[in-house]
């Protein structure tokens, strides 16, 4: 799903570089027709954006696949998130995508408008595929008008990653419900007292903005477009760029400098945005102690926040629905592929996973605790539909916004152009 301040396309591009090491399959490697072999044996495709620790996780749960399912192959191929969609997408205009592959909300909309995904109500039906026994709320995310187009493996949702030992430097102490202003004036502070920007820069993260717009009654997407006017993205990001201009934020051109670290592991900011479950390469990264923080809201209760999650899709072109449909169900429902998986992919989506996995680190044990907490607070809501074209918005945003707080564009030229180019995506 999205990502903080923390580019996902530098983090996944960083941790995939050796993708060639595990079991790479090209899109031909399937072997003849329509895949099956003389003996009967099924071969499927299987694709996935991520880091070599998610390969090393995903075939082993594979190997428990094809130990209980003998007759059903899996051929693998991962990259890192551009580059897999960049391949995904000469895949499927070639109408030769994978039978399965790692999904998100932001491109159901597209593939499905373009006929790519499979509905897989028909393989729920038949009973090759459960529905049952999720986590609440999950399933929706794989819903597009009627359509069952995804099944969640992993939910996340927006946080607040900060670096605890500036934060007590400061006299700072994050509780739920404080609102934007308090979140503001906590950056000033951080900043006169630590001298170091409270925030990496908030202000070009697509799905922050989303939960700032749905306290306002407003979201960043409808079904068909943008949800909010230029007078709001003005306001917001004239407000950012006075902030990175006063110091509090981060300067853009330090963040890039510190690419592919985070700004808060490398010293240089207090906090940042991002989703949960990413919080476990801060550890690894830094040398300070880090956590996760409430997302500040407007009326001191509400914080628009939703749990998104990474899906598993399958193709409309598959010649083998069914054994699609059984690697899925294995696959998010199996309790050792959960042991497996861990939070790799976010919280476990499945109760049978969720249950047989117990976290013993730290970090982990934080990111359930910090998923507990906000859903019993009662803050989450449906997700936001992302449109076709979304993807394309989300990059639009990042760049201009980065543009903008640089000063390489004015904030109203920067307004423009992003609301210019994403009328441009919607209608691609």
């Not at 941790?15 to 329509?34: E, H, P, Q």
Request: proline content about 4%.
């Amino acid at each position: 799903m999205g990502t903080g301040n923390v580019d996902r396309r530098t983090i996944l591009r960083a941790a995939g570089a050796s993708m060639a090491t595990l079991g790479l399959a090209a899109a031909t490697g399937c072997g003849g027709g329509d895949g099956t072999a003389a003996d009967g044996t099924v071969t499927i495709r299987y694709s996935w954006w991520g880091a070599d620790e998610r390969a090393k996780r995903i075939n082993q749960s594979i190997a428990l696949f094809e130990k209980k399912y003998p007759k059903i192959e899996v051929k693998t191929d991962f990259q890192d998130y551009v580059s897999f969609w960049e391949k995904f997408q000469t895949q499927a205009a070639g109408g030769n995508p994978p039978d399965v592959f790692q999904n998100s909300v932001a491109f159901l909309r597209k593939y499905d408008k373009r006929g790519v995904l499979l509905d897989l109500k028909s393989q729920i039906d038949a009973g090759n595929l459960r529905l049952s026994n999720f986590r609440s709320g999950v399933t929706s995310v794989g819903e597009v008008d009627g359509k069952q187009l995804a099944i969640p493996v992993g939910s996340n949702t927006m946080a607040l990653v900060i670096d605890k030992k500036l934060f007590r430097k400061a006299g700072v102490e994050p509780k739920p419900g404080w609102t934007w202003d308090e979140y503001f004036k906590a950056l000033k502070t951080i900043h006169d007292k630590t001298k170091v920007a409270g925030d990496t820069g908030y202000f070009a993260i697509m799905y922050l903005y989303d939960l700032y717009l749905r306290q306002h009654g407003k979201a960043f997407f409808t079904k068909d477009g943008l949800g909010f006017e230029q007078a709001d993205l003005t306001e917001w990001w004239t407000d950012a760029y006075n902030r990175v201009k006063a110091g509090i934020i981060t300067d853009p051109k330090i963040v890039e400098q510190d690419k592919p670290k985070s700004s808060v592991t490398a010293g240089h900011g207090a906090s940042e945005f991002t989703w949960d479950n990413f919080t476990v390469r801060y550890t690894a990264e830094g040398d300070s102690e880090y956590g996760l923080a409430p997302v500040p809201t407007t009326d001191g209760k509400q914080t628009g926040q939703y749990l998104a999650s990474l899906m598993l899709s399958a193709s409309a072109r598959t010649k083998h629905p069914k054994e699609v449909a059984q690697f899925i169900d294995f696959m998010v429902h199996d309790p050792e592929v959960g042991k497996i998986m861990g939070y790799d992919r976010g919280i476990l989506a499945g109760t049978e996973q969720y249950q047989a996995y117990r976290p013993a680190d730290p970090v982990n044990k934080e990111i359930a605790q910090y998923e507990k907490d906000t859903a019993k607070a009662g803050v989450l809501g449906t997700i936001t539909p992302h449109p076709s074209g979304a993807d394309t918005v989300e990059a639009a945003f990042l760049r201009i916004g980065g543009d903008m707080a640089q000063g390489k564009t004015k904030v109203p030229d920067a307004v423009k152009q992003f609301f210019s180019e994403a009328e441009a995506a919607f209608q691609a």
